[in-house]
Structure formats: C-alpha cells, structure tokens
C-alpha cells in the first residue's frame, strides 16, 4: 500500500492572482529542503504531492515543519480513482485499525466522478460498518475520520493531520535586511518576516575588541536557527568600533544610543541598496527600552526612507520568549556575552529625544566617511542550516 505526503497549501489560496508564483516558488523551497532525499514531487492547483521512502518518513517531516507555505499536510494512501478500487483499499485499512466510532468524509474535486460526496460518504460508511465488528458512525466525536479525496487520476484515504509551518513560501516577496544581534527578540523577528515569505539577510555590528569572537559566533548560531526556515543566509558583519568610539568621544552620553542606532539605520539603508534589499528589519518592540519609545523610533527612524519592519513591536516580551523557544533561539540569546549595544550603554539614556538636539550632535564628528568605510569594508558569512545541535557554546 502506498502513501504519499498530501500538502495543503492553505493560505496561498487566497492569493488568487498570484497562486502559480506561490506554488512554483512553495515547490522550489520544499525540492531545496528535501535535497538529498530519493522524493518525487507533483503539484496540481491545491494540492502538491510528494512521493517518499517509508524510512525517510520522519526526517521528511521535521524539514517540512519548517517551510513556510504549507498550511496542512497528510500521510495518504494513494488510489486510482476507480469507486471498486477505492473500497477495495478502504477495507484493508480499516481492518488494522482499531476504533469503535467513525466517520467518512468525502471530497469530490474530481466533478466527472459519476457518484456525490454525501452519496459516497453513506456508501463508503456502508463499507467500513460491514467489513469490521463492534464499531458504529459517530459524526460528532468519532474516534477514526476517514478522509477520502476523489481527484483526477488518483484518490486519497488518509486519517491524520499534521499542522505546516503556515504563513507564505519564503521568496513570494522581494529580500529584507534584518538586524540581527545576540538579543531574544531579533531571531523572532526574522523567523516572523521569513513567516512572510520575506527573504531575509542578516546584518551584525560589532565593535571589536568592545565585543567578542563569542558575540559574534552567537550570531551565526542564531543564523542557522534561522536557516532551517529558507535557504542558507548571508550574514553581513559590520565593524562599528570606529563609528562607536567617535560617538563617545564627541556626543552627550545621553544621546549616544539614538546617535548610535541612527548610524546603524544608515549604514541598513546602503547595505540594503549594495544587496538588493527593500526594507530593514529589527527586534523593536514599543517600550521596551530608552530606544525604543515612539518618541525614540521616530528620530532614529527620520534618517532613512526605506520601510522597516518590526515584527514584534508589538508583543509583550513573554510572548517574544515562547517564539523564541519555539524556535530554539532562546537558548543561544541568553549566552551573556556583551554586544555593542550593551558595551557602552550610558547611565541616562534619553528617553524622549529630539530630531534637533540629536542634529546638533551629529554635527560634533564627520560621520560620513566611517559610515562608507564600514559599508565598503563589511565582511560576509555564508551560513547554512546545521544539523548537528548548538553546543560549543554552551
Ligand atoms: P534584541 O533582543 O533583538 O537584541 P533588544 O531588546 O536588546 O533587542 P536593542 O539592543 O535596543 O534591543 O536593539 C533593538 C534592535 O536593534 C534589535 O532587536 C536588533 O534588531 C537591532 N540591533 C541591536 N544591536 C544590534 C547589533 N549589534 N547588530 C545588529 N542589530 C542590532
Ligand atoms: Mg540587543
């Protein structure tokens, strides 16, 4: 008897316009997760089907649960489409199982099939009730649905269900450039904007020798938590030492983080621009620290015109740790080395800047040529999903 992982694509159908470009690109995602694996892939409008070995099955699985795009999947037995065929493999299925109360239910997309679902379902209960002993239809709580899907040339009996990553295929939108620091709530916002079908590439400051190796090879780490959702990624490492101690040496101590994050947010405005990125994205979430207050997002915000995105801006922090525990980020945000944002974090960091207090210090030192120099000199990592877990630094 032979099965076949059924996905449902969920969402995508929705996208009514774009539904080809969602399902080739949902395709090519599951074909790049799957590489290495002996699978055989075929698609039809709501439906892709893959065709696996048994003892692959799990394997298969846990890469499944991470493509974004399948709302739904099932382990199916596969049966041509023929009303003799079809209650011929629903009594051999049902023989091994055990349950006490069932119900059928059909779904007729193949409309040239000459019998209605409900005429089915009833025909198909028929079946079950007089091939096994001691059972009876429950259509409210039944203990073993039976589903069956009537399509073109083949047909589906399955009786599981298994919940997909949800959310649309990566690379249905153009590329974003998320911040990624050593913190819980930047990996969330990634997964989120991948969620989105967003591409992502992920850009670290660091301020060697205020940091360390560790901060930074935390980073990669999280990269790779984030990598099990797309393909590899590209982390892009800025040195901000320069930039970070000429801020200090010039502007008012209370105004060095805004200065600071509006020199990150220029710096994510031309890396965007040198690798095809269309919006920045970051871990700010309103409220949580000095800048982070809308009074904050917006005077460090004044300096680019690209969106950025904030997908947790607005979630409480609890509610960003159980996304980061899902995702197995946690753990590796939680290791204490310094990031350079916490180096030189000052005593009284304005709460409620101002766009012309914040001008006034940035007249203080010549920024522009360090800000070329970082974009120029910045040095890329080409991170791949690891199997092996997170250790070394533990
Ligand atoms: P996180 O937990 O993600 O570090 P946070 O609560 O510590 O966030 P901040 O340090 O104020 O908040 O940073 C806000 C956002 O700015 C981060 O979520 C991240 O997107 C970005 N960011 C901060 N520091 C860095 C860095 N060193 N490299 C890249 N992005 C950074
Ligand atoms: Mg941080």
């Known amino acids: 008897m032979k099965r ?28 790049n997760k799957l590489e290495g694996f002996d699978v055989s892939i075929f698609k039809d409008r709501s439906r892709m089907y893959i065709e696996f070995h048994e003892s692959d099955l799990d394997k298969i699985k846990e890469k499944l649960d991470c493509v974004f ?38 779904k007729r997309s193949n409309k040239s099939f000459p019998i209605h679902s409900q005429e089915m379902n009833h025909l198909l209960g028929g079946v079950v009730l007089k091939n096994k002993e001691g059972i009876s239809v429950d259509v409210h709580h039944p203990e073993l649905l039976i589903k069956v899907e009537i399509r073109n040339q083949n047909s589906y009996i399955y009786f599981n269900a298994y919940n997909g990553a949800g959310g649309y295929p990566v690379g249905t939108q153009p590329k974003g450039m998320l911040m990624l620091s050593g913190g819980i709530d930047s990996p969330v916002s990634g997964y989120l904007a991948l969620k989105r079908g967003i591409p992502i590439d992920c850009v670290y400051f660091e301020a060697i020798p205020h940091t360390s190796l560790e901060a930074r090879n935390k980073v990669i780490e999280l990269s790779k938590k984030l990598a099990k959702y797309t393909n590899e990624i590209h982390l892009h490492v800025v040195n901000f030492t320069k930039i970070q101690e000429e801020i200090y040496k010039n502007c008012h101590p209370n105004y060095c983080i805004t200065i600071m994050r509006r020199m990150m947010y220029r ?19 309103v409220g949580q620290v000095a800048s982070q207050t809308l009074t904050s997002m917006r005077v460090i915000n004044e300096v680019t015109c690209m969106p950025v995105l904030r997908p947790v801006a607005c979630f409480d922090k609890l509610e960003i740790i159980s996304l980061a525990k899902k995702i197995d980020t946690y753990n ?23 766009l012309e207090q914040a001008h006034l210090e940035e007249e203080k030192f010549d920024f522009e040529p360090l800000i070329e120099e970082a ?13 092996h877990e997170f250790s070394d630094l533990l």
């Open 69 to 106: 795009g399948i709302h739904m999947y099932h382990i199916a037995y596969i049966v041509e489409t023929n009303i003799d065929a079809i209650k011929e493999l629903l009594i051999r299925l049902v023989k091994d199982l055990d349950f006490k109360t069932f119900k059928v239910e059909v």
């Open 267 to 285: 710096i994510m405005e031309k890396l965007a621009i040198k690798y095809h990125g269309l919006c920045i994205i970051n871990g700010e979430s």
């Open 4 to 31: 076949v992982i059924l996905i449902k694509y969920g969402e995508l159908s929705t996208k009514k316009g774009n539904r080809n470009f969602f399902i080739s690109t949902l395709e090519k995602n599951i074909k």
């Open 375 to 387: 974009v120029l000199e910045v040095n890329t990592i080409v991170v791949k999903e690891e199997n």
């Open 332 to 354: 590796i945000s939680i290791l204490p080395y310094e990031d350079c944002c916490t180096v030189f974090v000052p005593k009284h960091p304005v709460i409620n800047p101002s």
